[in-house]
């Protein structure tokens, strides 16, 4: 079983930023990526961001340059820097990963949501 607790949610006035974190717990072998979602009430969860075990990331569009995915795996802990926050940015922000048991197995699992509020 593998724990993942997002925080770091907030206020925020537009232009300003924040970071997210995520930290993982409990027990696997490795890591195979992690990603940060996110979800306005009503709509479909969509992907922010992710990066893998090698390091590689990618982005969605509407937050290229203005978001950064990474991740301590001495701290087992991902993060989501946010910087020039708009006000569609609002929205609950999630962090997933798929992780690999001592069996081989891949799981993925979810944190419980943070909230980031974008307004003036």
């Known amino acids: 079983q593998v724990q993942l607790v997002d925080a770091g949610g907030g206020l925020v006035q537009p232009g300003g930023s924040l970071r997210l974190s995520c930290v993982v717990s409990?027990?696997?072998?490795?890591?195979?990526?992690m990603r940060w979602y996110r979800q306005v009430l009503g709509k479909s969860r969509d992907l922010v961001a992710a990066i893998t075990k090698s390091g590689v990331t990618n982005y969605d569009d509407s937050v290229k340059g203005r978001f950064t995915i990474s991740r301590d795996n001495a701290k087992n802990t991902l993060y989501l820097q946010m910087n020039i926050l708009k006000p569609e940015d609002t929205a609950v922000y999630y962090c997933?990963?798929?992780?690999?048991?001592?069996?081989?197995?891949?799981?993925?699992?979810w944190g419980q949501g943070t909230q980031v509020t974008v307004s003036s």
């Open positions: 997933n990963g798929d992780f690999v048991d001592v069996s081989g197995t891949t799981y993925r699992y």
């Open positions: 409990g027990n696997f072998v490795s890591v195979v990526s």
